[in-house]
């Protein structure tokens, strides 16, 4: 089993940018699709983006496609979520979440149960 804990969130200004991380210790990082997801107080946790074990393959929501890069360092156990162009929109806490299951197209990889692992957020606040 891995766990995950998020950094890098804070507060910033529309426009501006910040770089997430989700660290990883436990099993053999490599083993594991991973992904960002999203949460606004009274709503549903949304799907941001996911990357496969190798990083070959990544995905994004419509939302943050063309702002937003996933990537991961597996040597470094280390995910990050690269958020430019921030929105007030995107507010949220930000969570890291982790599955042995392999990637298997976008429908897929943004559907929250599959993934068994997760960390416990870091909230990311723009103001306008």
């Known amino acids: 089993q891995v766990s995950l804990v998020e950094s890098g969130g804070g507060l910033v200004q529309a426009g501006d940018s910040l770089r997430l991380s989700c660290a990883a210790s436990?099993?053999?990082?490599?083993?594991?699709?991973v992904a960002w997801f999203r949460q606004v107080s009274g709503e549903e946790r949304e799907f941001v983006a996911a990357?496969?074990?190798?990083?070959?393959?990544?995905y994004y929501s419509d939302s943050v496609e063309g702002r937003f890069s996933i990537s991961r360092d597996n040597a470094e156990n280390t995910v990050y979520l690269q958020m430019n162009s921030l929105k007030p929109e995107d507010t949220a806490v930000y969570y890291c979440a982790a599955t042995l299951r392999g990637d298997y197209g976008l429908v897929d990889v943004q559907r929250r149960d599959p993934y068994d692992t997760w960390g416990q957020g870091t909230r990311v606040t723009v103001s306008s």
């Open positions: 436990g099993r053999a990082f490599d083993d594991y699709t």
């Open positions: 990357i496969s074990r190798s990083g070959i393959r990544t």
